[in-house]
């Protein structure tokens, strides 16, 4: 094997965690999909929410970034496209609707109440494409911390904001969905409060809900503690399935304190002993330079990645997919796993892509069939035409396996270390 390959020595601290869970009502902990996090919608998204093994996201676009003008019709191309990679690698949906466009009521940063025949319109169009598409993989929230500032304008004869969010937002929701959708699941009223304002929530939520739709809440270091946290929001909501959909570190950047919070919100969960609780979603697994998320603006894993990936049951031990459908990418630092572990297909940083057995390198890119300089990196690409390539910074092609005019192929890895691109029918179209 030529020189010129990189070579890399990982080190994988793996934290066990063994829980004695015969007779107990939190068994459910030993459920990947219970374990979630709060991300974006794009499709280097799906595939860093796959390297983290999470069995749930809460991801989709605004409202507001939908639909421009109201009533106007809504093209899902793009989400679909990023919903339909988050569901082919086995993780299911949480998506928040909310965000209204200035023409339907919202103001320059979609937080004022909408316009409400616009807010059905909106609902109607997204339960009546995504509930036939996914089924119950996919749930629907409505609106996001209403409690707080990202509701304004409701009306004064209204006492509080969750009177203005049960009359204004939920209510017509679930009509909307008991008469189009009647199978979807919606979820509410996304709190980080259980004052006044969560209990008249609470009133419109049960007034109008179905019994698949679930209680949301956020918690954010609080007083009192998770725990008790969880346990006031479920007994409020009498005993109804809840899920924390928003709690994590959103203070001073430090990464060993954020890895700490992140392992007590984790050992919470797992050791809870109220059954109605069910999920939690960690804020925040996006690439972002902030103090919140478990990645880094580059892509780079904060300690609190490892630790939260930890708890996980089913987690991939390497990370990443073993299968590229249409339309995928990695990204430098993003790779493909043989099913067994043994098999690593990293797009590295330096733009070589290389395939290592054990850690050893067996084949890249840049000496096939001759040895050479493949540029800056890019992106590796599983086309929808049906060919794998691989462009440099400047979108230039350095690789590609000659396999296009055959759309919705995808590539696989081996546990024997070999490379395919497979046709829809799984006929070979090239292989290495």
Known sequence: MPSDIRTHKLTIVCAMLFVLVLGNPWQAAAQRSGFGAVTGAAMVDCQDNAEL????????????????????TIDWSYQDSVFDCFINQGIDIFWTLAYAPVAAGGDHDGHNLPDYGAWQNFVWQALTHYHPRYGNRITFGIWNEPDGTFLRGCPSYYNDKGQCWGAQLWAPAVAIRNQYAPGARLAGPEMGTYDSRFDSALGYFNAWAQPQDVITTHWYGFSPGLANWMNTVISKAGGRETWLTETGWTNTCHPQLQADAINH???????????????IFIYRSARLWDCSSLRLGDGTKTFAFNTYKSYIPGAPSGGGFTTMTPGQTLYPGQALYSPNGRFQFIYQTDGNLVLYDNGAAAWAINCWPECRNVGVPGRA???????????DAYNSPVFHTWTFGHDGSYLTIGDDGSLAVRSPGGSILWQR
């Open 53 to 72: 093994g999470v069995g749930i996201i809460r991801a989709g676009q605004d409202w507001r970034d939908l639909q421009s003008s109201p009533y106007q």
């Open 265 to 279: 919100i984790a050992t919470t969960f797992v050791q809870r002993s109220n059954p109605a609780w069910t999920k």
């Open 381 to 391: 690409t599983m086309q929808t035409d049906g060919n794998f390539v691989v462009y």
